[in-house]
Nanobody, 124 residues
Framework: QLQLVESGGGLVQPGGSLRLSCAAS????????IGWFRQAPGKEREGVSC???????NYADSVKGRFTISRDVAKNTVYLQMNNLEPEDTAVYYC??????????????????WGQGTQVTVSS
């Protein structure tokens, strides 16, 4: 059974850092595009970053230069390193997988499998 489990969320002060993990089971994540998405209360889910099966990465403009996506094939895990966090980054963060070839898309519609989410709160 294909499963994604996120971890690493929490409460952090503005300017702080967190690293989110997305552990995959039941499939090899390097064969899929993996995306990180977030949803704040009252807002639509938005794409944050994604990494394609070929390793190409993509970022939302709002997080460029602050967030970095990476993967550890041996651990079958994708990470999202988040630095210089802002209150506007507060949201539930989800990882998702999709059997996508080529440039990884930032649209949630392209992804078939989703984790349960992890809460990130940036507040002083």
């Amino acid at each position: 059974q294909l499963q994604l489990v996120e971890s690493g969320g929490g409460l952090v002060q503005p300017g702080g850092s967190l690293r989110l993990s997305c552990a995959a089971s039941g499939f090899r994540l390097e064969r899929y595009a993996i995306g990180w998405f977030r949803q704040a209360p009252g807002k639509e889910r938005e794409g944050v970053s994604c990494i394609g099966s070929g390793g190409r990465t993509n970022y939302a403009d709002s997080v460029k230069g602050r967030f970095t996506i990476s993967r550890d094939v041996a651990k079958n895990t994708v990470y999202l390193q988040m630095n210089n966090l802002e209150p506007e980054d507060t949201a539930v963060y989800y990882c998702a997988a999709g059997p996508i070839i080529g440039i990884p898309p930032m649209s949630s519609r392209a992804y078939n499998y989703w984790g349960q989410g992890t809460q990130v709160t940036v507040s002083s």
